[in-house]
């Protein structure tokens, strides 16, 4: 399993393991993605034998922490295919992310 930058040709397989992941919930995280991607987050997908089997958004925002708006990086969504899980594949999804999070300042 590696974990490497999202590519454009990536975007199908992204969307396909959020419908998986998240169920009832899929399409809706996976317009998220989309949109986050947009904004230029940081997105990352794990692999397997080549194959996206997990993905992962750091976006960021504002969080109002009177008296100041403090710059914050958002986790989420965080999915792995559900024949997938309960494997590392998730903390190693975190992990990288917080990592690639963390060089963007
Ligand atoms: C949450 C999710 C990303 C975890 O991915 P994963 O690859 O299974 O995670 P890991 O194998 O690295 O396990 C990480 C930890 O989560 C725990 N865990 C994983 N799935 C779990 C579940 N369904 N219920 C309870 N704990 C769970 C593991 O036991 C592990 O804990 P530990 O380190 O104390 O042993 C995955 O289950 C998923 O895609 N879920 C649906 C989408 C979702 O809820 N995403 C999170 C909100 S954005």
Same mark, same amino acid.
């Given at each position: 399993?590696?974990?490497?930058?999202?590519?454009?040709?990536?975007?199908?397989?992204?969307?396909?393991?959020?419908?998986?992941?998240? +169920?009832?919930?899929?399409?809706?995280?996976?317009? @998220?993605?989309?949109?986050?991607?947009?904004?230029?987050?940081?997105?990352?997908?794990?692999?397997?034998? +080549?194959?996206?089997?997990?993905?992962?958004?750091? +976006?960021?925002? @504002? @969080?109002?922490?009177?008296?100041?708006?403090?710059?914050?990086?958002?986790?989420?969504?965080?999915?792995? @295919?559900?024949?997938?899980? &309960?494997?590392?594949?998730?903390?190693?999804?975190?992990?990288?992310? &917080?990592?690639?999070?963390? +060089?963007?300042?």
């Amino acid at each position: 399993m590696r974990v490497q930058p999202e590519t454009a040709a990536d975007h199908d397989a992204v969307r396909a393991v959020h419908r998986a992941a998240f +169920g009832a919930e899929g399409e809706k995280v996976a317009t @998220l993605a989309d949109r986050l991607r947009a904004s230029g987050a940081v997105s990352l997908v794990a692999e397997v034998d +080549g194959s996206v089997v997990g993905h992962v958004v750091v +976006g960021r925002n @504002l @969080l109002d922490a009177p008296p100041q708006l403090v710059d914050v990086g958002v986790l989420s969504p965080l999915g792995v @295919l559900p024949g997938f899980q &309960r494997q590392g594949i998730g903390t190693a999804l975190v992990a990288a992310a &917080r990592e690639a999070a963390a +060089g963007q300042g």
